[in-house]
């Protein structure tokens, strides 16, 4: 079920109405089977992969916990992780490494006898699968107790806010509230719905609006060169954003409403001054995950230099990897973590240049340098997330800035069609401007929020004034969202 | 705290109605114009091109039609009621602007009863036959009276913006009545009584380079789309009319971009089987010699002289379906 769809405007006040009424003893299983329709709505039969790791997962828990010696532990742990990696190796990759080896099998002139698997990429397998690795991890650990409630450690799993886009959540945060007796708390559901308003703003209006331009010149790119590829880009880079995050915020709110606290998975990503601090704040639960579940026990930062810039590299790589079975997804991963590593070898010689140049007595200025080249670093490694092939992200990213005077000079020259297909992205010049409008509405907010919390300040004004505040929200998304019910983009993921 | 709550709640309730009364007070004294291309979920095309406004006031006094044509836009540039009505066949054209499968049930749904109709010919094209069927129901319901299977159509739809679009229009309405909306004049057609329009365009506008620059496409049918077609044989059964359907011509060069034309309408063909319909295919009939530059206004809709050639081999076809013979019989 979507987020941005009418089913889901019936689906959640039920649900939540019918989890206030229940007694707290029966609120997991509705949890539950509301998150089983949830899931449902698109592929049911897929529901029984979700099963069978739910199922390896909790027996390996107490397993696990029971154990008495370390190579138990881990012949345990062994057992969990095979069981999702092998149902992650089956669906997502399978068909991927399989293309491969034809394609070399060729080149060597022989026949790759394995064959293609048709099968449907379960939606949110990723999400979820990293979520229940994250617990026999933090069991076999010891920071997390064993969940002995089968229903409570499926919930956990499947908890519908969070189960197909995450937040990627760890079981020391979610696990005992599942436990806990929740009350209706009115500042709880205030708050969680006018997170959710705000995500659905952030998608319908901000994201959906610009997927139309993004579409029309990522699915055609040989037809476009200079300022319309520049822009569809930064489009992306904006639609990306606003879809995610508003996808989180959405299952944040709708978990708040309900007493549930998720973590946050964004937090203004793009006002980074460093490709570093990008990732403290783009998908924080997933480069947290990578951070405690791949990065330190690679050995992180505390060992050799080299060794050091591997595990970087590493890291970004198989971060690729999980976003997709695509090349696409993998350079996109590479070139992340070559940023990493390039900064992290140049930060003394980058602080000595910006010193001898003056720099550092202009930390606004300098500080504006930073944020530049950290957007367009993260730009430039979107058009290969974004682009369907390799061969298109080579196109784009050769042909961004040829022919920029040539486009400009037919702008100016001002016939409409050229206009129309140049600068608007093939959209009429009210659309193009509406979508100029909300992205400079969303930066706004933005860097309010920069300053301290919009909500907070908002909470200041009188009632009435707060509330056609929040009407006024609603209305500019009936007025100009886009109600094509488009997936969430990591819904494929 | 239960007071505290319910005093909440009113205040939310006062300010919310308050604030969407002055909302609409202002929409409603702005007029017309708040409703334009800068509010995507608020459109209207009152009055507007595809004369849908004459045509669906015209179908309201339509009645004991021998055909009713359904479809988009091809159908009402293609089916040229005055040579029927030559040919002693009284026919109603309920063509309008891209309507897809849904729209077309809905339309059948509302005029079937009236109209009545022996035979409804119904065409699949391709390029409607996988959209949403929202820019189409915006154009029924700004050019309808807000009836039960207009609502009943925008219900179904279940889309924001259709939704957004229909309490836009019902605003404009309370400024002018649909009975006094005035429908736009158009240099390149006309609008004939019975629901057809006719192209003023003598040739064709796309050029070989536009053509050449189109992208190969694939024809498809949605699963939307597919239900409806199946409603609409359900329905067609029901009233007891008979249903043909058709593919109204196309350039040849246009044709030849449809890289699945056959299997189109291999799966076309599979259901008109099925279900004992005739399926006339007008891009695959070497008789009817179209020129691409004068027999069409674009790629996909019939100039004037096209729709006459086209329509006499129809009607011929009608002949050997034996329809002409059910209309001298009436009379």
């Not at chain 1, 949890?31 to 592929?43: G, H, I, R």
């Not at chain 1, 695509?326 to 991963?333: D, N």
């Not at chain 1, 907070?456 to 006024?472: E, G, M, Q, T």
């Not at chain 2, 259901?271 to 004068?294: T, W």
Request: charge should be positive; include cysteine.
């Amino acid at each position: 079920m979507l987020f941005n769809s009418f089913e889901f405007l019936i689906f959640f006040p039920v649900v939540t109405l019918l989890y206030f009424l229940l007694p707290h003893r029966f609120r997991w299983a509705l949890l539950l089977a509301a998150s089983c329709v949830f899931y449902m709505f698109f592929k049911p039969v897929y529901i029984l992969i979700l099963f069978f790791t739910i199922v390896i997962d909790y027996y390996a828990g107490i397993l696990l916990e029971q154990s008495k010696t370390q190579k138990q532990r881990k012949r345990y742990l062994t057992a969990s992780l095979v069981a999702n990696i092998g149902v992650l190796a089956v669906f997502k990759y399978f068909n991927f490494f399989n293309d491969n080896i034809t394609s070399l099998a060729e080149v060597m002139g022989v026949t790759n006898p394995i064959p293609y698997l048709t099968i449907l990429l379960p939606i949110g397998l990723s999400f979820h699968t990293f979520q229940a690795m994250s617990y026999t991890f933090e069991v076999y650990r010891g920071n997390q107790k064993a969940e002995r409630h089968f229903g409570i450690y499926a919930l956990y799993v499947m908890f519908y806010p969070q189960l197909v886009a995450g937040p990627i959540e760890r079981p020391q945060n979610v696990l005992h509230q599942f436990h806990r007796k929740h009350y209706f708390n009115y500042a709880d559901a205030a708050n969680g719905l006018k997170l959710m308003t705000w995500g659905l703003f952030k998608k319908v209006v901000v994201a959906d609006r610009l997927a139309v331009m993004v579409n029309q010149v990522y699915n055609n790119p040989t037809d476009y060169e200079g300022i319309p590829l520049i822009l569809a880009t930064i489009f992306f880079a904006i639609q990306i954003y606003c879809d995610f995050s508003g996808y989180s915020d959405i299952a944040i709110g709708s978990a708040q409403v309900m007493g549930f606290n998720l973590m946050e998975n964004f937090r203004r990503p793009y006002f980074s001054t460093s490709i570093k601090e990008f990732w403290g704040r783009w998908h924080i639960s997933l480069s947290t995950w990578f951070r405690d579940y791949l990065y330190i026990p690679l050995g992180g930062n505390r060992v050799v230099k080299w060794r050091w810039y591997y595990n970087l590299f590493i890291v970004f790589l198989v971060s690729g990897l999980w976003h997709g079975a695509s090349w696409t997804f993998i350079i996109w991963g590479a070139l992340h973590g070559f940023y990493q590593v390039f900064g992290t070898i140049t930060a003394d010689a980058r602080n000595k240049m910006a010193d001898l140049v003056g720099l550092n007595r202009f930390p606004a200025f300098h500080k504006f340098l930073q944020w530049g080249t950290t957007f367009v670093l993260v730009c430039f490694a979107w058009i290969f997330f974004r682009a369907n092939t390799i061969h298109d992200a080579w196109y784009i990213s050769s042909h961004m800035f040829s022919g920029l005077l040539e486009g400009a000079r037919a702008i100016a020259a001002n016939p409409d069609g050229i206009r129309l297909q140049l600068l608007y992205l093939g959209q009429s010049k009210e659309i193009f401007t509406l979508a100029i409008g909300v992205v400079v509405l969303l930066i706004l907010i933005e860097l309010v929020q920069q300053q301290g919390s919009l909500r907070l300040r908002i909470a200041s004004y009188p009632f009435p004034v707060r509330v056609a505040i929040y009407n006024a929200l609603i209305v500019a998304i009936l007025l100009f969202g886009s109600f094509s019910e488009s997936e969430f983009i990591y819904f494929q993921f | 705290m239960k007071k505290l709550f319910f005093l909440r709640g009113l205040t939310v309730a006062i300010t919310t109605v308050v604030f969407y009364a002055a909302f609409i007070l202002a929409c409603y004294s702005i007029g017309p114009h708040t409703f334009n291309s800068w509010i995507p979920n608020a459109l209207s095309t009152s009055g507007g091109q595809g004369y849908t406004l004459l045509r669906l006031n015209e179908a309201e006094k339509a009645s004991d039609v021998d055909i009713l044509f359904v479809g988009s836009s091809q159908v009402n540039r293609g089916f040229d009621v005055r040579i029927f009505e030559k040919n002693g066949l009284k026919a109603f054209n309920l063509g309008t602007s891209a309507q897809t499968l849904f729209n077309s049930y809905y339309l059948l749904k509302e005029y079937l009863p009236t109209s009545k109709p022996k035979h409804v010919v119904l065409d699949l094209y391709w390029g409607v036959a996988k959209n949403d069927g929202v820019e189409p129901s915006i154009d029924i319901l700004s050019n309808s009276d807000f009836d039960e299977s207009t609502l009943e159509m925008v219900l179904d739809l279940k889309n924001g913006t259709v939704f957004g679009s229909l309490a836009a229009n019902a605003i404009l309405r309370l400024r002018t009545p649909i009975y006094q909306v005035k429908q736009k004049e158009f240099r390149d057609s006309e609008y004939i009584s019975g629901g057809f329009t006719k192209s003023l365009a003598t040739n064709n506008k796309l050029d070989a380079e536009d053509l050449q620059k189109m992208k190969p496409l694939e024809a498809n049918m949605n699963d939307f789309q597919l239900e409806y077609l199946k409603k609409i044989i359900a329905l067609c059964k029901s009233s007891n009319t008979k249903l043909i359907f058709v593919l109204t011509p196309v350039t040849k060069e246009y044709k030849r971009k449809v890289t699945n034309y056959n299997s189109y309408t291999n799966k076309i063909a599979r259901i008109a089987k099925e279900n004992k319909i005739p399926f006339l295919d007008y891009n695959q009939r070497e008789e009817l010699s179209l020129v691409s530059s004068e027999d069409f206004s674009d790629r996909n809709h019939l100039a004037q002289s096209g729709a006459e050639k086209f329509d006499s081999l129809f009607i011929k076809d009608l002949g050997k379906l034996g329809v002409s013979q059910l209309s001298l019989s009436r009379k």
